[in-house]
């Protein structure tokens, strides 16, 4: 298998904490200085393939990198994940669940080259859409 995060270089000094089940690394490339990930040792690559006891181990790093991202490293942190099956896997997409949490401060370099843009992007919730997913979701 080609997954950079199961054939990661274990003694790299981008890893900064191993658990039984997860590792916290260093992103590489990154978006913004101090941005890192939580990923599972086990290869899945949706939220949904984790068994109970790697979930709980990976919402405890988060917890616990939130927390000192805040109190070490800036006011606000972003936490997210993606799933993109329709993009091939490269050097910014990676088919191996991972957890991106950035360091974030009011108009720092990514919200000035991209996110400035999303105030244009975001729609207010129109009736039909309401019905329309909630029904969809519910089911």
Not at 58 to 86: A, H, T, V
């Given at each position: 298998?080609?997954?950079?995060?199961?054939?990661?270089?274990?003694?790299?000094?981008?890893?900064?904490?191993?658990?039984?089940?997860?590792?916290?690394?260093?992103?590489?490339?990154?978006?913004?200085?101090?941005?890192?990930?939580?990923?599972?040792?086990?290869?899945?690559?949706?939220?949904?393939?984790?068994?109970?006891?790697?979930?709980?181990?990976?919402?405890?790093?988060?917890?616990?990198?939130?927390?000192?991202?805040?109190?070490?490293?800036?006011?606000g942190c972003d936490i997210r994940q993606n799933y993109r099956p329709?993009?091939?896997?490269?050097?910014?997409?990676?088919?191996?669940?991972?957890?991106?949490?950035?360091?974030?401060?009011?108009?720092?370099?990514?919200?000035?080259?991209?996110?400035?843009?999303?105030?244009?992007?975001?729609?207010?919730?129109?009736?039909?859409?309401?019905?329309?997913?909630?029904?969809?979701?519910?089911?």
């Amino acid at each position: 298998m080609d997954c950079p995060f199961c054939n990661i270089n274990k003694e790299k000094t981008r890893i900064v904490e191993q658990t039984k089940n997860s590792l916290v690394i260093l992103s590489n490339p990154r978006l913004i200085s101090g941005h890192i990930l939580v990923i599972p040792k086990r290869h899945v690559e949706k939220l949904s393939e984790l068994n109970d006891e790697e979930k709980c181990d990976m919402l405890d790093l988060i917890i616990k990198y939130q927390e000192k991202i805040l109190k070490k490293i800036s006011s606000g942190c972003d936490i997210r994940q993606n799933y993109r099956p329709f993009q091939k896997q490269g050097k910014i997409k990676v088919n191996h669940l991972h957890i991106h949490l950035q360091p974030r401060e009011l108009e720092d370099e990514l919200y000035k080259k991209c996110q400035i843009f999303e105030k244009d992007i975001f729609k207010e919730l129109r009736s039909e859409d309401m019905e329309k997913f909630s029904k969809i979701l519910k089911e």
